[in-house]
């Protein structure tokens, strides 16, 4: 497998705040130095040095660089399928560091081969609620509001501090994603995908798609069935 297409060593200042950002190919960072909160489709996590952050594919988030050191990364833009979005430790850094300076799809091998499991997330109601709209995007904000006993103007304002956009937009986006995974991983009829995950009509699937991928479900599905198509690779 070479998965790596391109690697950047990244260098962000103390106390930078990256607004939520979303990228189109699926990317794993490897923290050197520093530490930051991420808040993303998967949660939020604190990153430390040997972190390794997988991103899948259209996956967003923002970023809080600790206030007391710059944080520096090694990030690797992949070609290959899209990993899980996911936290882990990579158990032999400056092994993985060392083989990027002179073959990029070798480092990121050995990274992806070499990272454990790293503990879950923070923990607050921010990420409690987050954690609610992922399992079931199909309720709406103010369902779980009620059930965690949480006031509107308490999940307006504290909830696009943790994450950086609302909970209506979290869950719209959470939503979304689901639906594409089902597009392009499954034979499941693009109307049948948008009854599955509660889209109120097609034309809503279809924008919630565009506005996550550039493209429409129809897209989607006809890159799918081109690859499925493909002769296997041994």
């Known amino acids: 497998m070479r998965p790596a297409i391109s690697s950047a060593a990244e260098k962000l200042p103390a106390?930078?705040?990256l607004p939520r950002h979303q990228h189109a190919?699926?990317?794993?960072?490897?923290?050197?130095?520093?530490?930051?909160?991420e808040a993303g489709d998967q949660g939020r996590f604190r990153v430390e040095p040997g972190d390794v952050?997988?991103?899948?594919?259209?996956?967003s988030h923002a970023n809080w660089i600790d206030q007391r050191r710059d944080v520096q990364t090694l990030n690797f833009e992949l070609s290959a399928a899209s990993p899980i979005d996911s936290v882990g430790f990579a158990t032999d850094v400056d092994t993985v560091v060392r083989i990027a300076k002179s073959d990029l799809a070798a480092a990121a091998t050995t990274l992806l081969q070499t990272v454990t499991p790293?503990?879950?997330?923070?923990?607050?109601?921010?990420?409690?609620?987050?954690?609610?709209?992922?399992?079931?995007p199909s309720r709406p904000v103010?369902?779980?509001?009620?059930?965690?006993?949480?006031?509107?103007?308490?999940?307006?304002?504290?909830f696009k501090r943790a994450f950086g956009v609302s909970?209506?937009?979290?869950?719209?986006?959470?939503?979304?994603?689901?639906a594409y995974r089902a597009l392009v991983h499954s034979d499941i009829a693009l109307v049948d995908i948008a009854e599955q995950f509660n889209f109120s009509d097609q034309a809503h699937f279809t924008r919630s798609i565009r506005a996550l991928?550039?493209?429409?479900?129809?897209?989607?599905?006809?890159?799918?069935?081109?690859?499925?198509r493909k002769p296997s690779r041994n």
């Open 15 to 17: 106390g930078a705040v």
């Open 25 to 37: 190919r699926p990317y794993v960072t490897l923290v050197l130095r520093g530490s930051y909160v």
């Open 53 to 59: 952050l997988s991103h899948e594919v259209f996956s």
């Open 118 to 136: 790293k503990a879950a997330s923070l923990s607050d109601w921010p990420e409690i609620l987050a954690k609610a709209i992922r399992d079931d």
């Open 142 to 158: 103010s369902y779980w509001c009620r059930t965690f006993g949480l006031a509107a103007g308490t999940v307006s304002r504290g």
């Open 167 to 178: 909970a209506a937009q979290y869950r719209a986006t959470a939503r979304a994603r689901n």
């Open 213 to 228: 991928t550039g493209a429409p479900p129809g897209y989607w599905r006809g890159v799918k069935n081109l690859q499925d």
